[in-house]
């Protein structure tokens, strides 16, 4: 078997990173940072506290091992939360002038350990990336995960231009929408927008554990949709969870008050004001999946088309062949597969001018469209 690192990688682009950039953790962001940069003929050096995850790291191509005559421009500290100070700490350290960042998904706390225990941060910039899978680890890395994604830069009043452009320079290189917010105002986003929403998940995932097996044959899209996230890896959200504790802790008091009211007024529906207050809930909850951004982070909107789709080979292909032939633009999709039924639902994402179209198309060639957007 060939070493995969040592094979050639041929630049799609020129690269705003120039040099050596080291990279502390090969887990999943740490090697898909190598990947991405790589194909951009970036140098990248690989460390981490795992031989084995590092050797792993460096024969999928996410980057090389260390040598004694490495200069980085850049280091990138990419390991759990609960090591992230500690590490960032070493790297300042060890390569003084250099410039590092972190992909640690709570700023705050590393940032103030830091300051607590009086290490030079003049170089330190924190960052994150909002990206991710569900599966870690170097085998699960992929090149094209931060495309389109936003990617925080926490910079200070110490930051240096130059640095700050380093950092940045990053993000751009591997697609990403740099982003600066400060570490607390980071943190609060992140505990609404990611870590309750976490939590949300897995609660609801948890009352499966003990449910009839009847009940969960009846399962739908809505159901896997609200838990898909349920099954990320607790080790990991221990150390996120406990780092941004105060601002998760602030979200949940406001939604537990939240679902108090609903169930209150479930108790007794006939009851004067019960039906505004439920009415009131979906509505909001209306207005709040309004404001997120969609596709490439636009505030467009699509509306969604449902067609029915065989279960059987090439049947997609064909669906999207003939939107294709139809100049319809797929948005998005979602599949939902019918329990104990031999097809599924295609849900469709299109911009609104494209519905009569889209619709009037597929009948003609023979699909049957389950929903189409109210007129």
Not at 197 to 206: C, E, F, N, T
Request: glycine share 10%; hydrophobic share 45%.
């Amino acid at each position: 078997m060939t070493d995969s690192s040592l094979d050639p990688v041929r630049p799609g682009r020129a690269a705003r990173t120039a040099g050596t950039v080291r990279i502390v953790g090969a887990g999943l962001l740490g090697s898909s940072i190598g990947h991405a940069l790589r194909l951009l003929g970036v140098d990248v050096v690989l460390d981490d506290a795992s031989p084995a995850q590092l050797r792993l790291a460096v024969d999928y191509g996410a980057g090389r091992l260390a040598a004694p005559d490495d200069r980085p421009v850049l280091i990138v500290v990419a390991v759990p939360p609960d090591v992230t100070a500690d590490v960032i700490e070493r790297e300042l350290r060890a390569h003084p002038g250099v410039v590092v960042t972190d992909v640690a998904s709570v700023k705050l706390e590393p940032y103030l350990e830091l300051r607590k225990r009086g290490v030079d941060l003049t170089h330190y910039i924190g960052s994150h990336p909002l990206a991710g899978r569900e599966r870690g680890g170097a085998i699960s890395a992929r090149a094209d995960i931060f495309i389109g994604r936003p990617w925080v830069v926490c910079r200070d009043d110490e930051t240096r231009a130059s640095d700050l452009a380093v950092v940045e320079g990053l993000a751009l290189d591997l697609g990403a929408m740099p982003l600066e917010m400060t570490p607390q105002e980071h943190d609060e986003a992140v505990a609404l927008t990611s870590h309750v929403p976490q939590l949300v998940a897995s609660l609801l995932a948890g009352r499966f554990v003990a449910a009839p097996e009847g009940s969960l044959r009846l399962t739908g899209q809505g159901v896997r949709d609200t838990t898909r996230i349920a099954a990320s890896a607790p080790e990991l959200w221990v150390q996120i969870l406990g780092a941004n504790a105060a601002p998760v802790v602030a979200v949940l008091d406001e939604l537990a008050g939240d679902l108090r009211a609903v169930a209150d007024a479930l108790r007794d529906p006939a009851a004067p004001g019960a039906r505004r207050a439920l009415a009131d809930t979906i509505r909001r909850g209306n207005e709040g999946v309004e404001r997120l951004p969609g596709k490439h982070g636009q505030n467009r909107r699509f509306e969604q088309i449902v067609v029915r789709v065989d279960d059987t080979a090439g049947q997609l292909g064909r669906l999207f062949g003939d939107l294709g032939e139809l100049g319809v633009n797929i948005e998005d999709l979602r599949l939902e597969h019918s329990p104990g039924a031999q097809f599924g639902l295609a849900e469709l994402s299109v911009v609104p001018s494209a519905v009569h179209e889209a619709v009037a198309g597929l009948e003609k060639r023979g699909w049957k469209i389950a929903s189409v957007p109210h007129a």
